[in-house]
């Protein structure tokens, strides 16, 4: 089993350009995790990502700045049609990406098989959170680190990463998903997307704003899901972070918006045997990427250093979803 | 303080010339940076009006490659749009050159969108991954872009920060 791990934390931090990538890189992240523009990858948005041609140049740029690349291949591959994960999976082995990032089983067997020197990363798509999962995950395709579902306290990361033998990722920053991550049909009903097939949560094309009378509304589909007055921060509009009517009372029945900022657990999850620390958030931007990667940079180095990082806890509040922020699972009570 | 916007009157001598001058960028970057062009996909064909709330004129980009063009139009003018992105001046700008995170300006309700949310968002990603600067936009000649550029970054910090 793992034995006590103590080396630095290290910091992965999405990139959905490739000024992004350099963005995150030079904010400070060890490594950087981008996707293709197609639907193997879970942020398949208009005018993000990747061009195949680009990964070679993007890992040679990375190495020499002493990062690393990875390519995330995290959607599921569609019965009777895997050409394109097979070909993004070909694609990442030969511009010798560092990892990929994939939650499929197909994906996961096909990269295996064909690239064993290809390095696996589990995706949190593929929510596997208990010993038995990660070890079927480890022993079947060789998978060297495992991104966690974002449900689980730092109590029971630690007990976790006792008893598996592979890498583990916790996410410490961006936005969160309440599901079962990977298993989440909410888009699917409401949109033709999918972010587990198409690789698009509440596809933009399904998303609208209008305003009247000092107040947006946010629809998704055919579904108004929230109000906002004028001066009320918003959230995505996601049905999860939606405002439902209940007893005649609107609340966030399944999530408030709010981000994770898990920056206060860095000891906490370090202690608990976690190897890295991920940012959520491709489609964010340069701007999103250089500020969160600035702060967690610094926070990572004042741990290693014996200081407190609680200076740094308010760096990245205005950054929050609906500008609140939130722990999470990792100070759970509720269970 | 702010100072209340001029009329849109007082520009009209020179949206014409400005509309013309914005046209010819666009289309020199068509031939240039024909990538950020192919990044915007289908939302080639669209039309995004960009309001600065501050500004009695807004502006209507239709990328279409080599017949893409910005019209200048008056804040008022009644113009069909795919989607209308609003905003101060100075915040339209930081996302332009991506010194401004768009969700954040958008939860805070800096910007505002009207229409086609898609088309807005393959913008922002072309442009985010164009790293295209205010010389990209006025067609200067590309030995002196670095330097008027820096120059002009140096401004707009002081601009948004409130330095004199």
């Given at each position: 089993?793992?034995?006590?791990?103590?080396?630095?934390?290290?910091?992965?931090?999405?990139?959905?350009?490739?000024?992004?990538?350099?963005?995150?890189?030079?904010?400070?992240?060890?490594?950087?995790?981008?996707?293709?523009?197609?639907?193997?990858?879970?942020?398949?948005?208009?005018?993000?990502?990747?061009?195949?041609?680009?990964?070679?140049?993007?890992?040679?740029?990375?190495?020499?700045?002493?990062?690393?690349?990875?390519?995330?291949?995290?959607?599921?591959?569609?019965?009777?049609?895997?050409?394109?994960?097979?070909?993004?999976?070909?694609?990442?082995?030969?511009?010798?990406?560092?990892?990929?990032?994939?939650?499929?089983?197909?994906?996961?067997?096909?990269?295996?098989?064909?690239?064993?020197?290809?390095?696996?990363?589990?995706?949190?798509?593929?929510?596997?959170?208990?010993?038995?999962?990660?070890?079927?995950?480890?022993?079947?395709?060789?998978?060297?680190?495992?991104?966690?579902?974002?449900?689980?306290?730092?109590?029971?990361?630690?007990?976790?990463?006792?008893?598996?033998?592979?890498?583990?990722?916790?996410?410490?920053?961006?936005?969160?998903?309440?599901?079962?991550?990977?298993?989440?049909?909410?888009?699917?009903?409401?949109?033709?997307?999918?972010?587990?097939?198409?690789?698009?949560?509440?596809?933009?094309?399904?998303?609208?704003?209008?305003?009247?009378?000092?107040?947006?509304?946010?629809?998704?589909?055919?579904?108004?899901?929230?109000?906002?007055?004028?001066?009320?921060?918003?959230?995505?509009?996601?049905?999860?972070?939606?405002?439902?009517?209940?007893?005649?009372?609107?609340?966030?029945?399944?999530?408030?918006?709010?981000?994770?900022?898990?920056?206060?657990?860095?000891?906490?999850?370090?202690?608990?045997?976690?190897?890295?620390?991920?940012?959520?958030?491709?489609q964010r931007g340069k701007a999103y990427v250089s500020r969160v990667a600035r702060a967690f940079r610094l926070a990572i180095d004042a741990l290693e250093a014996g200081e407190p990082t609680a200076p740094y806890a308010d760096l990245l509040t205005d950054l929050a979803e609906g500008r609140r922020e939130t722990s999470g699972a990792y100070k759970k009570s509720w269970r | 303080m702010v100072l209340p916007s001029p009329p849109t009157w007082l520009f009209q001598p020179v949206m014409a010339p400005l509309s013309a001058m914005l046209t010819a960028s666009v289309r020199r970057l068509a031939t240039e940076r024909p990538e950020v062009f192919r990044r915007l996909g289908r939302f080639q064909q669209a039309a995004f009006l960009i309001c600065p709330t501050d500004l009695p004129f807004a502006f209507k980009l239709t990328p279409l490659t080599q017949q893409g063009a910005i019209k200048v139009v008056g804040a008022a003018d009644r113009e069909a749009y795919s989607v209308r992105i609003s905003g101060t001046f100075m915040t339209l700008l930081g996302l332009f050159d991506g010194t401004i995170d768009a969700d954040s300006s958008f939860f805070a309700g800096h910007i505002k969108m009207d229409g086609a949310t898609d088309a807005a968002l393959a913008l922002h990603n072309a442009l985010e991954a164009a790293e295209l600067g205010p010389g990209d936009i006025l067609g200067l000649p590309s030995p002196l872009k670095p330097v008027f550029d820096k120059m002009f970054a140096g401004l707009y910090t002081r601009a948004r920060h409130g330095v004199a």
């Amino acid at each position: 089993m793992a034995s006590p791990k103590r080396k630095k934390l290290e910091l992965v931090c999405p990139a959905g350009s490739v000024p992004m990538m350099r963005a995150a890189v030079e904010g400070g992240a060890d490594s950087v995790y981008c996707g293709l523009q197609d639907e193997t990858n879970a942020r398949n948005f208009p005018g993000l990502n990747l061009e195949a041609a680009d990964l070679p140049a993007a890992v040679r740029w990375t190495r020499e700045k002493g990062g690393k690349l990875l390519l995330a291949i995290n959607t599921f591959a569609r019965a009777g049609n895997t050409a394109a994960w097979q070909k993004a999976v070909d694609s990442a082995a030969r511009s010798r990406v560092n990892a990929i990032i994939a939650a499929d089983l197909g994906v996961l067997a096909y990269a295996h098989s064909v690239w064993p020197d290809l390095r696996l990363h589990l995706s949190v798509q593929a929510a596997a959170g208990t010993p038995q999962a990660i070890a079927f995950y480890a022993q079947a395709y060789g998978v060297k680190r495992v991104v966690l579902p974002r449900v689980l306290s730092v109590e029971e990361i630690a007990r976790l990463t006792k008893s598996v033998d592979v890498e583990i990722e916790a996410f410490v920053y961006g936005g969160l998903c309440v599901m079962a991550e990977g298993r989440c049909a909410l888009s699917s009903y409401a949109t033709p997307g999918s972010p587990n097939l198409t690789g698009v949560c509440s596809p933009p094309e399904s998303v609208s704003f209008t305003e009247a009378h000092g107040t947006m509304t946010s629809r998704l589909g055919e579904f108004a899901i929230d109000h906002h007055a004028a001066n009320e921060p918003a959230g995505y509009p996601t049905l999860c972070k939606g405002r439902f009517v209940l007893d005649e009372k609107p609340s966030y029945l399944f999530e408030d918006p709010v981000s994770l900022n898990a920056m206060d657990m860095l000891a906490g999850l370090r202690r608990a045997g976690v190897t890295a620390v991920k940012v959520e958030g491709r489609q964010r931007g340069k701007a999103y990427v250089s500020r969160v990667a600035r702060a967690f940079r610094l926070a990572i180095d004042a741990l290693e250093a014996g200081e407190p990082t609680a200076p740094y806890a308010d760096l990245l509040t205005d950054l929050a979803e609906g500008r609140r922020e939130t722990s999470g699972a990792y100070k759970k009570s509720w269970r | 303080m702010v100072l209340p916007s001029p009329p849109t009157w007082l520009f009209q001598p020179v949206m014409a010339p400005l509309s013309a001058m914005l046209t010819a960028s666009v289309r020199r970057l068509a031939t240039e940076r024909p990538e950020v062009f192919r990044r915007l996909g289908r939302f080639q064909q669209a039309a995004f009006l960009i309001c600065p709330t501050d500004l009695p004129f807004a502006f209507k980009l239709t990328p279409l490659t080599q017949q893409g063009a910005i019209k200048v139009v008056g804040a008022a003018d009644r113009e069909a749009y795919s989607v209308r992105i609003s905003g101060t001046f100075m915040t339209l700008l930081g996302l332009f050159d991506g010194t401004i995170d768009a969700d954040s300006s958008f939860f805070a309700g800096h910007i505002k969108m009207d229409g086609a949310t898609d088309a807005a968002l393959a913008l922002h990603n072309a442009l985010e991954a164009a790293e295209l600067g205010p010389g990209d936009i006025l067609g200067l000649p590309s030995p002196l872009k670095p330097v008027f550029d820096k120059m002009f970054a140096g401004l707009y910090t002081r601009a948004r920060h409130g330095v004199a």
